[in-house]
Structures are given as structure tokens and as C-alpha cells.
């Protein structure tokens, strides 16, 4: 996860301010107001939490697929009913996280009535941090699990050419002593956000994080980026994870799998157009005891074998701290979005 250099000179705003600022400048490049609202809600989230490879280093990349006509700004998703748990969003080529807003008060009635229940988007774009899609639910209670694919740049085990993407997994679960518990981790061994960040900042990787064009290893981020291709993390079984990704996100909601769409036609695009799984439970209808209780007895455990940082930490001390202190950003960056935005 990068973070902005330390010699860079930071302007603080407040999450409200950036949020708002985020919202302009969504809606005076072609998104309606409503997607404005989710996309400018999640970036900011990002940017307050740290996570920086998926915060305002992305509004670029939104606003030319925007331009490039590749993703719709406007469109507004449609949920089907499909099942006792189960509810489909078509997100007509627009974003998903709009799709998963309008979905989520079914999606969380099912969940609470079947025990279940399954969210599955297809037809949408995806550029975002996925931890944003968990942590809400077990905030409320309920466990959550998500997918999404993204584009092809992921090399899988053993093989020659880069075929999945850099697929991440997100879980949530609520605990009793403090806030929830979220992982959320690409399935490549870095992901393609922080390898671009390294480029731009002239800084090698570390070794076995991917390949060059001639499928040589390499830690040049340029060389990864210039025809080359990520590794998947842990070898085979990063590889098997990422494939779990593209069959969950892809094939069985109805999106492209990370190879299929062919964004050539649409110079600047650069959102995959995929889809994207989320898997809600209610744990309550678990075996009567107190999930929450029980979780926390095992991030007890885990501290005392030793492991002084879970999942999420380093997210939430950012997060309170940006809270009190404000959002640090780059005052070159700071002036940059102000432009977009047109004020
Ligand atoms: P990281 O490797 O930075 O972190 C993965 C997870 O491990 C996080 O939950 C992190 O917690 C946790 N973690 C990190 N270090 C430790 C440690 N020492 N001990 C315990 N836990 C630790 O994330 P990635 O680089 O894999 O992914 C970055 C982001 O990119 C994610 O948000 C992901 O969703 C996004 N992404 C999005 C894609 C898309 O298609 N939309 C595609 C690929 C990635 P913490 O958060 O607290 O640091
Ligand atoms: O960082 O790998 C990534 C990524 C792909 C799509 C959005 N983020």
C-alpha cells in the first residue's frame, strides 16, 4: 500500500470537504449526482484510510474512461429479484458500486431472513478498494465476502502469458471489543495500482512481484507496465484463489471474465468492465452462540501467540487520525483536483 513520499508538502481538508470536492468534480465530467455521491463517498474513504493505490491517484483514470465513453455515468442499475437469496444487478456498463447501493436493502433482508444471501453484479466497472463493499455490512452485524475481476495482467501459476487480473478478496465480520474485522488483499502479489504509483516515483520492487515482456523476472515497475505482467501471490495457490475470482465475479454473475472485454476501441478507458460477487450471512442463525464474542476471543488469541497487527489496523489508525487531523494530500494534487472540479 503506497503512501505519498515524505518530503511531499501535505494540505489537509476534511472528509466532508473532500467529498464534496470529489462529487464536483464526478458530476462536471459526466456522472449523475447519485453516482457522484457513491464514487466521491468511496474515494474519499480511501484517501481518509490510507489506502492510497485506490484513493484520488485513481480520479484520473475515472474521469478518461468517462470521456473515453467506455463506462456510463448516468445509467441508472436494475436489481432483480431472483431468489429467496439471491439478487441480480444489471449495472448497465456503469459503476458497481452504485449497482451494490441500490441493491443493499434487499440484499440485507434476504440475508437476515434466509441466513444468506448473494449479491451478484455483472456488466460494471470496478476501480475501487473493495474493503468499502464489506465493512459496512459487518458493521450492522453481518458477516460479508466479496469479489471482483479486473483486466488481464496477472500471469497464472506456471504459465506464459498473463490471463487474469489482479482480483482482489474482501472479508468483513463483526467483533465484540472494536471495530470490524476486514481484510482485503489483491490476488496478484502487488497490486496494479501500487506498481504504477512505483513507476511515477522512480522506485524499484521487490523481487518476484512480476515479469518483464520477455516473461523474465524483473523488479522495474516500467518493465512490468511497458508489456510485462504481475505474478500471482503465493504462487499456485494465489493462482487457484484468482481463478476462484474470475469464475465467482465473472462467470457466475454474468460480467466478462478480466480477458474478455476489448477496451482498444476507447483510447483513455481504463476501468475493467467485469462484474462482481458479494456473499452476505447472518450469523445469528449460526449456532446460537455470539459471533461477535466469538470473534473477538480469536483476535484475543492471536495477540497473545503474538501477532500485534491485524487486518485493518494500519487502516483505522490512518482513518482516526485523518478524522482529528484532517486528509493530507499533495498540495500539487490538492490544486489539481480543484481545476477538475472548476473551482
Ligand atoms: P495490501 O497487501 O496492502 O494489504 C492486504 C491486506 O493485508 C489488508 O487487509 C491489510 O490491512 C493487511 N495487511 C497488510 N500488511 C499486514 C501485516 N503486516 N499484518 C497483518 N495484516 C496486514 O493490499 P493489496 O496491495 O493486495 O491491495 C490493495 C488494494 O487494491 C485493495 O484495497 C484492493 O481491493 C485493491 N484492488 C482493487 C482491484 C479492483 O479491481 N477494484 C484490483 C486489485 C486490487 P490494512 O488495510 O490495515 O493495511
Ligand atoms: O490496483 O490492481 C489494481 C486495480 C485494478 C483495477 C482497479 N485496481
Redesign the pocket.
Known amino acids: ?1 503506497s503512501s505519498p513520499p515524505a518530503n511531499v508538502e501535505l494540505q489537509t481538508l476534511s472528509f466532508v470537504e473532500l467529498t464534496a470536492l470529489l462529487e464536483q468534480i464526478f458530476v462536471r465530467h459526466g456522472t449523475s449526482p447519485e453516482v457522484a455521491a457513491v464514487l466521491a463517498n468511496n474515494c474519499a474513504s480511501a484517501e481518509r484510510d490510507g ?1 492510497h ?2 484513493g484520488i491517484f485513481r480520479i484520473r483514470g475515472y474521469l478518461s474512461s468517462l470521456a473515453a465513453g467506455w463506462v456510463d455515468g448516468q445509467v441508472v442499475p436494475k436489481v432483480e429479484d431472483v431468489g429467496a437469496a439471491f439478487v441480480r444487478v444489471d449495472a448497465g456498463g456503469g459503476f458497481a458500486q452504485p449497482a451494490l447501493e441500490v441493491a443493499k436493502a434487499l440484499l440485507i433482508a434476504k440475508a437476515r431472513s434466509a441466513g444468506i444471501a448473494i449479491l451478484a453484479i455483472r456488466n460494471s466497472h ?6 468499502p463493499d464489506v465493512e459496512p455490512f459487518a458493521e450492522q452485524g453481518l458477516v460479508a465476502l466479496s469479489v ?1 475481476n ?1 483486466m488481464t495482467c496477472v500471469v497464472p501459476h506456471d504459465a506464459q502469458q498473463p490471463l487474469f ?4 478478496i ?1 472479508f468483513a465480520a463483526p467483533r465484540a471489543g472494536g471495530q470490524p474485522i ?5 490476488t496478484s502479489a ?5 506498481v504504477q504509483i512505483a513507476a511515477r516515483e522512480g522506485r524499484l520492487l521487490p523481487e518476484g512481484m512480476g515479469v518483464d515482456r520477455a516473461g523474465e523476472p524483473t523488479c522495474d515497475p516500467k518493465a512490468i507496465l511497458d508489456g510485462g505482467a504481475l505474478l500471482p501471490f503465493g504462487g499456485y495457490k494465489g493462482s487457484a484463489l484468482s481463478m476462484m475470482v474470475e469464475l465467482l465475479a465473472a462467470a457466475l454473475t454474468g460480467g466478462n471474465f478480466s480477458f474478455e472485454f476489448d477496451w482498444s476501441k476507447h483510447p483513455g478507458a481504463q476501468t ?1 468492465w467485469t462484474g462482481q460477487l458479494i456473499i452476505v450471512i447472518d450469523p445469528d442463525k449460526g449456532r446460537g452462540q455470539d459471533f461477535a464474542a466469538r470473534s473477538e476471543e480469536l483476535v484475543r488469541q492471536m495477540h497473545g501467540v503474538g501477532q500485534t ?7 483505522y489508525a490512518q482513518r482516526a487520525k485523518s478524522l482529528v487531523s484532517g486528509i493530507g494530500l499533495p498540495r500539487f494534487d490538492l490544486d489539481h483536483l480543484r481545476q477538475l472540479a472548476g473551482v
Open positions: 500500500m489506502s493505490s485506490h470496478h476501480f475501487a478498494a473493495l474493503w471482483v479486473s487480473g489482479t482480483n482482489p474482501a476486514v481484510f482485503d488483499m489483491a502487488i497490486a496494479h495500482g501500487d475493467p497487527r491485524m487486518p485493518g489496523d494500519r487502516r
